[in-house]
Nanobody, 126 residues
């Protein structure tokens, strides 16, 4: 059974930084792409970033490009999201997500990810 557990959220001032982590278990982590999504109150869940199974390809939403960095540590079954220059509009619950099939292409569509963590809250105060 695939399990994803996020951590690292919190309350920060605008301009601050956080490092989110997601630990995966239940299958061979290095075979799978991983992604981060976020959902703000009363808004749809949106794509934030994704990393290919090899780690060689990175994808970002335009709204976070240049401020967020996704990375993976296969030895620790962990995907990270380094978020900097935080803005109040980054306030949301951040979720990591994993696809069904190994060695698959990265998708920006939430429906392509059957496995989700419980989420970690990021609140940015101005």
């Amino acid at each position: 059974q695939v399990q994803l557990v996020e951590s690292g959220g919190g309350l920060v001032l605008a301009g601050g930084s956080l490092r989110l982590s997601c630990v995966a278990s239940g299958r061979t982590f290095s075979y799978y792409a991983m992604a981060w999504f976020r959902q703000a109150p009363e808004k749809e869940r949106e794509f934030v970033a994704a990393i290919s199974w090899s780690g060689g390809s990175l994808y970002y939403a335009d709204s976070v490009k240049g401020r967020f960095t996704i990375s993976r540590d296969n030895a620790r079954n962990t995907v990270h999201l380094q978020i900097t220059s935080l803005k109040p509009e980054d306030t949301a619950v951040y979720y990591c997500a994993a696809p069904l099939k190994p060695l698959s292409s990265v998708s920006r569509y939430s429906g392509d990810y059957p496995y989700w963590g419980q989420g970690t809250q990021v609140t940015v105060s101005s």
